[in-house]
Nanobody, 125 residues
Framework: QVQLVESGGGLVQARGSLRLSCTAS????????MAWFRQAPGKEREFLAA????????SYADSVKGRFTISRDSAKKTVYLQMNSLKPEDTAVYYC??????????????????WGQGTQVTVSS
């Protein structure tokens, strides 16, 4: 069972930046894809970005492409989400996720088995 803990959320002004971190309780090595999602009040959970086990391939939602960057440090069991040019509509709870299924499947269906508790990001105008 992989446990995930997010950190780095907070309050930031529009056009500012934040970097979220997600640390796993055990090594996910090169076998787990990792991802970031978010959920704003009254809205469904939204996929943002995913990265494969060795960090060599990533996938982004159109809504964040060019502003957000996902990366990972397997030695630290941590995945990051660098968020730039933040907008008030980026306000949400941000969740980290992990899954051991093959990358082509995850890239296609964006389904993950393991989830963190979330971290709040609030962007003020």
């Amino acid at each position: 069972q992989v446990q995930l803990v997010e950190s780095g959320g907070g309050l930031v002004q529009a056009r500012g930046s934040l970097r979220l971190s997600c640390t796993a309780s055990q090594s996910t090595g090169d076998s787990y894809a990792m991802a970031w999602f978010r959920q704003a009040p009254g809205k469904e959970r939204e996929f943002l970005a995913a990265i494969n086990g060795n960090g060599g391939s990533s996938s982004y939602a159109d809504s964040v492409k060019g502003r957000f960057t996902i990366s990972r440090d397997s030695a630290k069991k941590t995945v990051y989400l660098q968020m730039n040019s933040l907008k008030p509509e980026d306000t949400a709870v941000y969740y980290c996720a992990a899954d051991p299924r093959p990358w082509p499947l995850i890239r296609w269906d964006r389904k993950f088995n393991y989830w963190g508790q979330g971290t709040q990001v609030t962007v003020s105008s």
